[in-house]
């Protein structure tokens, strides 16, 4: 009988990516200790956001280490949910991952850019930070959520396409609480300029995701 070769995958990388991405949330912590006590309860509590919705709000270091976390996490993730479109057996390699990354961070910071500049266009640059870094908050609160689905597919349950659902299905109800919230503090904003919310939520908030789902189906 002749030997069955197999191709195994090694998740040293991996690995690497997971403790990367820890540290920079452990160094979040020690930098800012009583914000990161405030944000880990923000889905259950708006204490962080009335405390940290003020004048650099979006530039600083805690949003900034918080930023390359999520970065990293959502990346590896996405990478994670091949078997959702492919067979999970098959080999593939590191340098899909540095191609999701550099996507998700592109797309975020062109994102961004995009955001700003329509509020600095429209006069409305307070209005517009304070939206991104309430929605940004609720993002950084989910890659948590996600930093655990990726130990749980890598190391406990892998290629899950249950912990993949559950995780996507946790992600997409935090950031529901966070619109939810936007769409509450700021409805007589919304209402008087109803229009311009219609055309900011397809040109900078549908039309990019579409865009960027296109891009990694491709």
Do not use: H
């Not at 080999?91 to 996507?103: D, N, S």
């Not at 517009?128 to 929605?135: A, H, P, Q």
């Not at 993002?139 to 655990?148: C, E, G, H």
């Not at 939810?180 to 209402?191: A, F, G, S």
Request: aromatic share 20%; glycine share 2%; with cysteine.
């Amino acid at each position: 009988m002749e030997p069955i070769i197999r191709s195994v995958v090694s998740t040293d990388w991996i690995t690497v990516v997971i403790f990367a991405s820890l540290f920079f949330a452990v160094v979040a912590k020690q930098v800012s200790y009583a914000r990161f006590l405030n944000f880990i309860i923000l889905p259950f509590n708006n204490k962080y956001i009335f405390m940290y919705n003020k004048k650099d709000r979006l530039f600083n270091g805690f949003n900034i280490l918080f930023g390359i976390f999520q970065l990293l996490n959502y990346s590896l993730f996405i990478y994670l949910c091949r078997p959702l479109w492919q067979d999970p057996a098959e080999e593939i390699f590191p340098f899909l991952y540095i191609v999701i990354f550099g996507l998700l961070l592109t797309f975020s910071l062109i994102k961004l850019f995009l955001q700003l500049a329509n509020g600095f266009f429209f006069n409305n640059t307070k209005l517009v930070s304070e939206l991104i870094f309430k929605k940004l908050s609720y993002l950084f609160y989910s890659s948590i959520i996600v930093f655990l689905a990726n130990i749980c597919l890598v190391y406990i349950f892998k290629d899950s396409r249950l912990v993949i659902y559950i995780t996507a299905f946790l992600v997409i109800a935090v950031n529901l609480v966070g619109w939810v919230t936007i769409l509450k503090n700021y409805q007589k904003e919304i209402t008087t300029k109803f229009f311009y919310f219609i055309l900011y939520l397809c040109a900078l908030e549908i039309a990019p995701i579409v865009i960027f789902v296109n891009a990694l189906t491709k």
